[in-house]
């Protein structure tokens, strides 16, 4: 890395910050905001307030204000960061991606925490859950959205959501509804992708699924073993036979589904028994290249209909795959996708799409272990939204400050240790540790980029500039990267 590149970083970072600064009315937040990015850059063993301040010779109480009181925009920050990615990261096969983390944290006065299964723990445990909105472009992965999820008792506690803030507006959501208003609002700002990707958790529910086909959105989503659906498409009668029609009694709905074929089943056992996937063959597919070495998968899939609304009718042909790990059998995954195998459609894309939710874990991982995403010590609803809005803002700079490196280097990836397949996966960590190197270099030699508070005088309020919706920009690169292959002839 030569010194002209080690320079410039300083100055990208000033330049990407300052695209944030009308979210802002007055000079001060404005520089408290690049303080509390740089603090996360920083090699800091840990990123809350106190250190953070301290390292930028800032009072503690002032950035705790910063965070819990300042006057900002905050939905103005999420707006932008999305615009950016829409113009300047849009790929014709980006992965969205909607997932949960829990933030494990101690006693009961922090914002929405209460004793509820925890991912990170592997257990119930005390924490607070944030529903994450993620971007999936190759090497490039960033977060989109981020919000706290509200137990219901604390929605209906008003003496518990007046001490942390928590808005009046602000209602029990589950978290597939407050996934579906991300997504929403992520559509809204020019983010588009080739298919969205989530879990059980969200796959499960029948108001999520259909709220994805009312978007018309392609996904590929884990649901559970006890989903019901056909394997072969049920006849749907519209109405009675001529001899029916005389018959007194109750007279039946229509349109509805034959009897025959009205008994749905759960896709567990129509994997374990129907004649569609017992004459099918498993096929083996490499995922991805993972410490422990190949992650290798065997998969079954055939056409499936789902169960809509509340009569129960079968809806368009969708895709259900069945995934076994070969190291460990008894795990398995069933996937449905409302895409069909066939031209311009693979299984291998389906796959890939299904597990691209490992990439964006690798995402959290940066932003927790790099940039501090979990470390905040705060306790109020407006507080610990701005941090995770601002840790989106650090995550996207490293993201793409690791792009410009990796085309700097001929187009090569630039290894992150625990990547991906292919060495691909890279989510910024060497982005974060070069840039740490450029702020020791800068200092050493007096030359360091500080960045400027602004041009206005101290607490003068500057307007907020219009909405500018920014359209997803198609200049973006087109390249041919493998991401699966089939092992149908390992043993």
């Known amino acids: 890395m030569d010194a002209t590149l080690v320079r410039s970083m300083g100055k990208e970072l000033k330049r990407f910050v300052a695209e944030f600064d009308d979210c802002f009315g007055r000079r001060e937040p404005r520089q408290h905001l690049r303080a509390y990015i740089r603090g996360q850059l920083s090699d800091l063993p840990r990123k ?17 204000w910063f965070l819990n009181g300042a006057v900002a925009d905050d939905e103005r920050m999420t707006d932008h ?6 113009r300047d990261h849009a790929h014709p096969r980006a992965i969205g991606t909607i997932d949960e983390s829990g933030n494990p944290k101690k006693g009961t006065h922090t914002a929405c925490v209460k004793r509820q299964w925890c991912g990170r723990t592997g257990k119930i445990d005390n924490c607070v859950m944030v529903v994450h909105l993620g971007y999936v472009a190759e090497d490039f992965q960033c977060l989109l959205d981020s919000d706290l999820f509200l137990p219901e008792d604390w929605a209906h506690d008003p003496q518990r959501r007046a001490e942390v803030g928590v808005p009046e507006d602000v209602v029990f959501r589950t978290k597939p509804q407050i ?17 969205w990707a989530f879990d059980e958790a969200y796959g499960r529910g029948r108001e999520f699924l259909d709220g994805m086909d009312a978007l018309g959105q392609n996904y590929v989503g884990e649901i559970p073993a006890d989903f019901h659906g056909w394997v072969r498409q ?8 001529p001899g029916e029609r005389r018959k007194k009694g109750h007279k039946r709905r229509y349109p509805r589904v034959a009897r025959q074929d009205s008994h749905a089943c759960w896709v567990s056992n129509l994997a374990a028994h129907s004649p569609v996937f017992t004459r099918q ?6 995922i991805k290249d993972g410490e422990k070495g190949p992650m290798v998968w065997e998969v079954k899939y055939c056409c499936f209909w789902r169960k809509l609304g509340e ?5 368009p042909a969708h895709t259900l795959i069945v995934a076994r790990n070969v190291l460990n059998p008894k795990e398995v995954k069933y996937f449905l996708s409302n895409m069909v195998v066939g031209p311009g459609v693979s299984l291998e894309w389906l796959l890939w799409i299904a597990f691209s939710r490992w990439p964006i874990e690798r995402c959290f991982q940066m932003a927790k272990t790099e940039l501090g995403m979990d470390h905040f010590e705060i306790r109020s609803w407006r507080g610990i939204h701005r941090h995770f809005y601002i840790t989106q803002m650090s995550q996207l700079f490293c ?4 792009q410009d490196l990796r085309e700097k280097n001929d187009g090569e990836s630039v290894s992150d240790r625990g990547a991906g397949a292919h060495g691909g996966f890279g989510v910024g960590v060497s982005a974060v540790r070069a840039f740490r190197r450029s702020s020791r270099h800068l200092s050493a030699r007096g030359q360091e980029d500080r960045l400027s508070p602004g041009t206005q ?11 500018r919706s920014t359209p997803a920009g198609d200049g973006h690169r087109r390249s041919s990267t493998a991401v699966l292959s089939s092992e149908e002839a390992m043993n």
Do not use: Y
């Open 48 to 64: 809350s307030v106190e250190p953070i301040a301290l390292e930028a010779g800032i009072p503690p109480r002032t950035l705790q």
């Open 81 to 86: 960061i999305q615009r950016i990615v829409a």
């Open 179 to 195: 996934a579906m208003d991300q997504l929403q609002r992520a559509l809204g700002n020019g983010i588009r992708v080739a298919a």
């Open 234 to 241: 049920p006849r749907v009668l519209v109405g009675p036979r």
């Open 281 to 286: 063959k498993w096929q083996r597919f490499r």
């Open 311 to 315: 009569r129960g009718l079968p809806g």
């Open 399 to 402: 993201a793409r400050v690791h």
């Open 457 to 467: 005088p101290p607490g003068e309020d500057i307007p907020h500039e219009g909405d």
